[in-house]
């Protein structure tokens, strides 16, 4: 029912900037929060950040926390995710997921985009 599409740009050098979207479709854009996670080559999935459906609330994994901005459109239906002064370690697939799960910030989340890649190097 709910379909979650990254977009945005996959190369950047050190202390560059990037913009990931995610584009939300078969749910009103509110009832969901919507987060951000990524995964390096042979780890394991970690937490980026996150926001509320109604964009009060905004939690940070500590690696980029300062460095990162999660905001939402919810009159279209997008998150993003400002990545700014990036490092080489932030070199991942990039994830958007949603979660319909009370309470805050929120432990689990139902659905899932098929992510996309951003590459920091020189």
């Known amino acids: 029912q709910v379909q979650l599409v990254e977009s945005g740009d996959g190369l950047a050098q050190p202390g560059g900037s990037l913009r990931l979207s995610c584009a939300a479709s078969?749910?009103?854009?509110?009832?969901?929060?919507m987060g951000w996670f990524r995964q390096a080559p042979g780890k394991e999935r970690d937490f980026v950040a996150v926001?509320?459906?109604?964009?009060?609330?905004?939690y940070y994994a500590d690696s980029v926390k300062g460095r990162f901005t999660i905001s939402r459109d919810n009159a279209k239906n997008t998150v993003y995710l400002q990545m700014n002064s990036l490092k080489p370690e932030d070199t991942a697939v990039y994830v958007c997921a949603a979660s319909s799960a009370r309470g805050w910030p929120p432990r689990d989340y139902d659905y899932w985009g098929q992510g996309t890649q951003v590459t920091v190097s020189s």
């Open positions: 078969g749910r009103p854009a509110s009832s969901l929060k």
């Open positions: 926001i509320d459906g109604w964009s009060v609330s905004r």
